[in-house]
């Protein structure tokens, strides 16, 4: 029942993230994509970092194909202009955890400027909301140092559930957003009792990218368009 819903978020949620006007010619990595993307950003040294901090904390990454989640595109700037943007998240589960603890990685990049962070759950939490509000997150600065941060997660949280056209971002940035987003997305989180039921069952908790794909299915095709703005908005 998981794969088959995950098989239809990705047909049915395709179409919805194409039609997104704040992110144009938008194309959804496959899975041997992101796992190409994986060993590209590897050598990376601030992924590098993160993947290293993420480790001595226990996590593994998740061995499934669907257990990752990224795509790329173009959107104009502040200044009216195109620029590329891009966005992978890879998710980790604790293989020490009786209750159930995910990991997500994210790397995006809009323009020039690339946030590489992670982003941990809190252990034994099964609701996407609630997990991203009390995530713990950090990123990798430029010289691939980490750094505590609380900015991605509650970020994309706030702007999937805002009904607002406009989102703030944690540097005072204004980035549009399709409208209805609360309405459509984690405002409607309680549908999707089932899908939440076996990611639990599956991750043995929460993650970001194989959750997107599911709440993205069961919240309706508007939530895909705001899951895209959403995440190269925040930073």
């Known amino acids: 029942m998981f794969t088959a819903l995950l098989l239809g978020a990705l047909v049915w949620l395709a179409p919805s993230l194409a039609s997104a006007q704040e992110v144009a010619d938008m194309k959804q990595f496959s899975s041997k994509e992101m796992d190409a993307l994986w060993d590209q950003f590897g050598k990376d040294q601030g992924w590098a970092a993160i993947n290293k901090d993420v480790a001595t904390k226990k996590f593994q990454r998740i061995k499934h194909e669907k257990a990752s989640w990224g795509f790329k595109g173009s959107r104009k700037n502040a200044q009216g202009k195109m620029e590329d943007v891009l966005f992978c998240a890879?998710?980790?589960?604790?293989p020490n955890s009786k209750k159930g603890q995910g990991c997500s990685m994210i790397w995006r990049k809009v323009g020039d400027v690339t946030y590489k962070a992670y982003l941990i759950f809190p252990d034994g939490e099964k609701d996407f909301d609630k997990?991203?509000?009390?995530?713990l997150e950090w990123f990798a600065d430029e010289k691939g140092q980490i750094q505590?941060?609380?900015s991605w997660g509650r970020c994309f949280r706030r702007c999937t559930r805002s009904n607002d056209r406009t989102t703030v971002d944690s540097n005072g940035t204004r980035f549009s957003v399709p409208s209805g987003c609360g309405a459509?997305?984690?405002?409607?989180?309680?549908?999707c009792g089932?899908?939440?039921a076996i990611?639990?069952?599956?991750?043995g908790g929460v993650?970001?990218?194989?959750?997107?794909?599911?709440?993205?299915?069961?919240?309706?095709l508007s939530c895909g368009a705001c899951f895209v703005a959403c995440a190269v908005g925040c930073m």
């Open 131 to 135: 997990a991203l509000e009390a995530s």
């Open 207 to 220: 993650t970001f990218p194989v959750a997107a794909l599911a709440f993205g299915l069961c919240a309706g």
């Open 184 to 191: 459509g997305c984690l405002a409607s989180v309680a549908v």
């Open 199 to 203: 990611l639990a069952v599956v991750t």
């Open 148 to 150: 505590k941060a609380s």
């Open 90 to 94: 890879f998710d980790f589960y604790n």
């Open 194 to 196: 089932g899908a939440t």
